[in-house]
């Protein structure tokens, strides 16, 4: 053996030794591991927790509902808390992947607005903590565009010759099509889904992509508008001359995720933690302030920079939140909308 | 004398069933093992939240093939028009890279050796970068304020921006671009194997440009092509992200389909359903071009032992 091959072996025991150890000597320490949606926590929040506890926190990101149910499913260990939306905490719940974490009995949760606790599951919010919600409606470039109210004007755009861009969201893009047909976003009914389809269908030519990455492309003037999420207004806040989002005034959809620790957490009593740590007023307004998107904690509102909690788009009227309508989870019957959204997305 | 014969004889089965048992292993492990859980899955029920239930059901081929009827699985010739539409856009593709790579690799084979091992890195060099980062690169290029519209407009070529990202169009400028490698290599192996003498005789025995091309050229350089067209064709009818990317998931090709199955429809059945079609007009494909090969064998067999009569 030469010198080189002998220290070879010898880095590689000691690495191997270090990695069986790491586990063990990380709990002790204390650690976190947070599944969240991609850019959908201030950074600045975790490096706060980290300051006051000494828990070191990780974070990993995905991008949808599903692509996190599946890994969790395939079995993926080592994460302690998930980010789902309402309707993924139910099917969580039902798939018995979440732990009872009693925050709904924490004396500080009497600061959370009730109308946040939507989970049919969780009606007593003894598994999730509301996390944070927002609108789904429509970005759009000023100097392209005259006048925008809702969908009305945003499909009418065509006729003017300008190219509009829909989410790749079976849900919200037919959606859209209920909300204008005056029917439940989360309707059953196959009449009524292939309705809704067929009002997208037919206004197809106007609709140049279904994708996520819009804004660079309704900023550049390459479209006119798309539909997209109300963090939306980060984009605004940096070109206010250019670009402003909307709210539609015949109705929208609106998103919330809740903030659940997992059955299989490796580091129950730290999640446990931050799920409490959360809870503070400051700490929800300290998000808020970099994610611009609605929270469920009313204390919280006072933190809040007053260009963000006076702007309609973001904390919008009660009449509006009214009108805004949340996706459940449909179970079997979301092959429904499944067979027609192929139909829409092929349609030439 | 016959019991060494015999130890001979044992020992050679012996080394021919070591060397069969690594690719054996290697294709049940790999290929078949895979492909078997993959052809059971199109026969059961999907779960309700991904996955399966183990429950026998024939409408997964029913919605695509034409039996199926009921509230959930309704048949709809959508699925094979997406399919057809795929093979379309992966044979343009094959076509175009295949104009572009042609006279491209003729003229590396004619370089010194040293320029030529330089352009074959630089065939290789976009591998170095992740495909997405490629992909969005042409986003920013074919949209209507990007590089390529305005300098046609510059240019005064055209008087508006061209309609190019998000249409079936810059899904094959995309997925050509990500896989002329893949056809320049097997076109350029045997390209640069072309013996130069024999184009030579064929223009001393009076043969033209055109001829010397039909029935010297393109003869032997034609293991390059199939071979490289086969390898374009065969990643272009399954992929997913250029679609996506580049067509906006306005241009549905059978990979999104798939894909979409797995993750937002929760059908797992079905996407195997769908994936078993391209797997069998992949391998429908395969079969076809080892039996050209085998054929041109069987020629070049056959056409030996008479040119030696002749002599």
Redesign the interface.
């Given at each position: 053996m030469t010198h080189t091959s002998v220290r070879c072996v010898v880095t590689a025991v000691f690495t191997v030794a270090a990695l069986t150890a790491a586990p063990a000597s990380a709990k002790a320490e204390g650690e976190l591991n947070l599944y969240n949606w991609g850019d959908y926590i201030n950074p600045e929040v975790l490096t706060r927790f980290t300051e006051e506890t000494g828990i070191k926190v990780n974070l990993d990101t995905y991008g949808s509902n599903e692509e996190m149910l599946a890994k969790i499913q395939a079995g993926a260990t080592g994460y302690d808390i998930v980010f789902p939306s309402v309707h993924m905490h139910d099917i969580m719940f039902q798939l018995g992947l979440l732990a009872k974490t009693d925050i709904g009995s924490d004396p500080a949760f009497k600061n959370i607005d009730p109308q946040f606790i939507r989970a049919k599951t969780d009606p007593n919010a003894e598994y999730c903590l509301p996390y944070s919600w927002g609108t789904v409606g429509i970005v759009y470039n000023q100097q392209k565009v005259d006048k925008m109210d809702g969908w009305e004007d945003f499909l009418a755009l065509a006729d003017k010759g300008e190219k509009v861009i829909l989410l790749d969201d079976l849900r919200e893009t037919i959606g859209i099509g209920h909300i204008m047909n005056g029917t439940s976003v989360n309707s059953t009914d196959p009449e009524e889904i292939k309705a809704a389809a067929d009002y997208i269908l037919e206004r197809k030519g106007n609709v140049s992509a279904f994708t996520y990455d819009s804004v660079p492309l309704v900023q550049a003037g390459d479209v006119a508008a798309a539909h997209w999420y109300v963090g939306a207004n980060i984009f605004v806040k940096q070109a206010p001359d250019i670009l402003a989002y909307v709210i539609p005034e015949e109705g929208a959809t609106m998103y919330q995720e809740d903030m659940c620790v997992l059955k299989s957490a490796p580091n129950m009593d730290n999640a446990n933690r931050f799920l409490r740590f959360y809870l503070q007023p400051e700490i929800a307004a300290l998000n808020v302030k970099q994610q611009l998107n609605g929270t469920a904690n009313r204390a919280a509102m006072e933190f809040i920079p007053e260009d963000i909690a006076n702007n309609e788009t973001i904390y919008p009227p009660q009449d509006v939140m009214d009108k805004l309508q949340i996706f459940e989870d449909l179970g079997r019957d979301l092959q429904l909308y499944n067979s027609e959204w192929v139909r829409v997305k092929t349609a030439q | 004398m016959t019991a060494r014969f015999a130890s001979l004889k044992a020992r050679r089965a012996l080394t021919l069933y070591g060397l069969l048992l690594t690719p054996t292993v290697f294709l049940a492990f790999f290929f078949l093992g895979p492909l078997s859980i993959m052809m059971v899955y199109t026969f059961l029920t999907?779960g309700?939240?991904?996955?399966v239930e183990w429950v026998f059901s024939h409408l997964n081929y029913g919605r695509i093939l034409g039996w199926a009827d009921t509230?959930?699985?309704?048949f709809?010739p959508?699925?094979i028009?997406?399919f057809l539409?795929s093979v379309r856009l992966a044979a343009t593709t094959v076509l175009t890279c295949l104009v572009i790579c042609y006279p491209f690799a003729f003229w590396v084979a004619r370089q010194p050796e040293r320029w030529k091992n330089f352009f074959i890195f630089l065939i290789t060099l976009p591998f170095f970068i992740s495909l997405i980062v490629r992909l969005?690169a042409w986003?920013l290029i074919l949209?209507?304020?990007?590089f390529l519209n305005q300098a046609l407009l510059g240019m005064g070529v055209v008087a508006q921006p061209l309609d190019i990202?998000?249409t079936d169009m810059a899904v094959v400028i995309g997925m050509t671009y990500v896989f002329i490698p893949f056809m320049f290599l097997p076109l350029y192996s045997s390209i640069e194997k072309l013996d130069g003498s024999l184009i030579e005789a064929s223009q001393d025995l009076g043969a033209s440009p055109l001829q010397t091309f039909l029935r010297v050229v393109l003869p032997m350089t034609l293991p390059g092509i199939v071979g490289g067209s086969i390898i374009v064709f065969i990643p272009s009818l399954g992929n997913f992200i250029v679609p996506?990317?580049l067509?906006?998931?306005?241009v549905?090709m059978i990979g999104n389909?798939i894909e979409?199955?797995f993750?937002?429809?929760?059908?797992w059945p079905f996407g195997a359903a769908l994936g078993m079609m391209v797997m069998a007009a992949v391998l429908l494909l395969l079969m076809i071009y080892v039996r050209i090969l085998s054929r041109e064998d069987k020629q070049a067999e056959t056409q030996q032992p008479k040119e030696e009569e002749t002599r």
């Open positions: - | 999907p309700l939240y991904g996955g509230r959930y699985d309704q709809d959508v699925y028009s997406i539409r969005f986003v949209r209507p304020t990007g990202i998000f996506s990317l067509g906006g998931a306005r549905v389909l979409q199955q993750l937002s429809a929760r059908n």
